[in-house]
């Protein structure tokens, strides 16, 4: 009774946001036309990047106010071009395209029609022939715009989309950046100015993400929350279904397993479904059958004076619970030791544009290697990867694009609101989704600073407000003093560089220096640690004996020397170990990075360094102590 109790309450505070963000699914009820493909596209490239708000570009086809060039989308805009102006390109950017829809689309005023943009970086406008229907701040997350009301107000124009784009970053944007204007003449050609900002990845920008129309009834399935337990052998599912555009609907919610038999109904909106003989969702490696899915289709019908409305919309959903101790993290009750690796959305030409080959590749390398987890490294990854990650039983760890927040002006309450506004995206987008097993609220950020107390108090315990079923942490550097934050986090999330960043080419200091920090991290606070990032940059094909840095050799040998400790911590409280970094990715030119950060254990065109294969081994023998591998996976690792 009192976990069901507990699962009402989590259900209610889950549902604070007044608005869905569902993916977007075909169903008997709901259409989808996507936009992918070409683009006309043009820079704004005025001394103050505003012409195209001044002469109105939205107003007309983008063609006609100066000239366009062809633009993939999804694709970032900075690598597609020979032109370095458009790479380093700041400010705003405009997208335009012309879409034929569906003439029954119009003519039926029973449907809704809405533009649904995955995510452009980082702030938004968008127009239909020329009437503005909505704008949104930050990357990486979904938005949308109900359509239909103005394509029927003119049903012979064409739906023309345009969506202005700006990827300007200051004091109070997440991730924060500032705009430095150069005015010495002596040095600096007039109007020159760079961004600078504190992360270390470049800063690709576009439209990153599938835009699409789709379509749906008027009354509508607007938003659905599942959260899952188990007792026994019963499986328990609680729901709750948000309607929108009636007042009253009749219901049907069923769930289904795998084979497409219904398990269990209800006509109710909100209620808990039992499912016997449940099939757990359970983690890459941990059982024979990982990532199980039932889908949950929630049906409605409702009626007004003119008509009858009918609705589908069928959700995935992995039963499974979490836990944390002050020493374990439980899946489904078993403990759960993260072997994993912390990626970026990040390639060759696309930048940060979703890819479906790119992410089916790194899907099969992290198999490859024995990967039973990542991080959404420094922000909300694609929808797209997070579904693969359900259906693969990859466990996630997701992260908000609270990265590089070093600077003591973003600890204010503008700040504060905008990244508390961006959790509740976070977490309404990614609520469902079994994969996801606790949120990171930021990454690195100058906790030593006196306001950070406050911010990161007010922000964790916001985000276990929203989600009292996973845990919440934020990453924090080797630096001990950076802890303040600490105190109210479930799980301590530590990055260090050993060897590399200080004392470098020493690899003898590793183990003293990796002991101390465990022990001062888990004497303090008596939590459970996640060495979220260590690892060391390795220019591919550089050889060395003895080993120097940036060869394959010294890359191997830091993660071996990290390995040993984490092997006698893991027996105490250390929960996990994520590589810094699955692949290597693009960043903002430097010294310290050639063309680029070379830590991955794969090249940016995945292929695998030395490296991998000591992560591999690893990988695989630490599945077969912690998971429940069949005979077939036995160690030694497949080749
Ligand atoms: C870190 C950051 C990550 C960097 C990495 C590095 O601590 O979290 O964004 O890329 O170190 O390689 O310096």
């Known amino acids: 009774m009192l976990r069901v109790l507990w699962l009402f309450a989590a259900l ?16 008997s009820s709901r259409e989808r036309k996507e936009l ?17 708000f001044e002469s109105a570009w939205y107003k007309s086809r983008l063609a006609e106010t100066g000239p366009v060039i062809d633009m993939p989308v999804p694709a970032s805009y900075n690598d597609i071009t020979q032109d370095p102006t458009l790479r380093d390109f700041i400010g705003w950017v405009w997208y335009e395209r012309e879409v034929t829809v569906p003439t029954r689309w119009i003519t039926d005023d029973g449907l809704r029609v809405v533009l649904r943009v995955g995510s452009a970086h980082y702030y938004s406008v968008v127009w239909v022939n020329g009437v503005k229907v909505t704008e949104h701040e930050g990357g990486h997350l979904p938005f949308e715009a109900e359509i239909g009301t103005l394509l029927r107000k003119d049903p012979t124009m064409p739906c023309r989309i345009t969506i202005a784009v700006n990827n300007t970053l200051n004091l109070h944007t997440l991730p924060p950046g500032t705009i430095q204007y150069m ?22 920008a576009g439209i990153h993400r599938p835009v699409l129309l789709y379509t749906t009834p008027k009354a509508y399935v607007d938003d659905i929350t599942v959260v899952t337990d188990f007792l026994d052998n019963t499986g328990l599912v609680r729901y709750g279904v948000s309607v929108k555009g009636t007042t009253s609907a009749a219901m049907k919610v069923t769930l289904i397993d795998k084979g497409g038999h219904c398990v269990v109904s209800s006509n109710e909106a909100s209620g808990v479904l039992k499912v016997p003989n449940v099939n757990l969702w359970w983690p890459y490696l941990m059982h024979q059958n990982p990532g199980y899915l039932y889908s949950l289709e929630v049906r409605l019908k409702a009626t007004d004076e003119s008509s009858t409305y009918e609705d589908v919309y069928t959700l995935p959903v992995g039963i499974r619970t979490v836990n944390v101790s002050s020493t374990q993290f439980f899946i489904n009750n078993k403990p759960f030791y993260f072997h994993g690796v912390n990626k970026h959305e990040d390639a060759d030409i696309r930048g940060k544009g979703l890819d479906w080959p790119l992410i089916v590749k790194d899907f099969n390398l992290m198999k490859w290697l024995g990967a039973n987890s990542f991080r959404t490294s420094h922000y909300p990854y694609a929808e797209e990867i997070l579904q693969m990650c359900d259906r693969h039983g990859i466990v996630v760890i997701d992260e908000s694009p609270g990265v590089g927040i070093k600077d003591i002006r973003s600890f204010g309450n503008a ?26 609220v930021a990454n690195e950020p100058a906790a030593e600073m006196p306001p950070a107390e406050n911010y990161f108090k007010t922000l964790i315990m916001h985000t276990k407000a929203l989600d009292p079923t996973r845990p919440v942490t934020y990453i924090t550097d080797s630096n001990f003093s950076r802890d303040k934050g600490a105190p109210f986090v479930d799980v301590i999330c530590v990055n260090s560089y050993f060897s590399w960043y200080h004392d470098p080419g020493h690899l003898e200091v590793i183990p003293v220096q990796l002991n101390t920090q465990f022990e001062d991290w888990y004497g303090k606070y008596k939590k459970p640690i996640i060495q979220s990032e260590y690892g060391a940059d390795v220019v591919p094909g550089l050889h060395n004996d003895p080993p120097v840095m940036f060869t394959e050799e010294y890359q191997k040998l830091v993660l071996q020397q990290y390995h040993s400790v984490f092997d006698q911590k893991r027996k105490k409280y250390v929960i996990g170990e994520l590589i810094w970094n699955f692949a290597d990715f693009m960043t903002t030119q430097g010294i310290t990075r050639v063309v680029g950060n070379k830590k991955g254990v794969f090249t940016r065109q995945r292929q695998p360094k030395a490296a991998a294969f000591i992560l591999k081994e690893r990988y695989w023998r630490l599945a077969n102590e912690t998971g429940a591998l069949p005979l077939w996976t036995k160690y030694p690792c497949p080749l």
């Open 415 to 440: 700040s504060l609101s905008h990244h508390l506004a961006v959790m509740d995206e976070l977490v309404r987008r990614d609520k469902n989704h079994p994969s996801v097993v606790m949120w990171s």
């Open 183 to 204: 005015t010495d003449r002596t040095r600096y050609p007039a109007g020159f100015f760079v961004q600078n900002y504190n992360f270390d990845f470049f800063n690709y």
């Open 36 to 52: 992918n493909g070409l683009w006309a596209f043009r820079a704004d490239g005025s001394p103050n990047r505003n012409q195209g």
């Open 12 to 27: 209610d505070a889950a549902l604070l946001l007044d608005t869905g963000m569902l993916f977007p699914r075909e169903s």
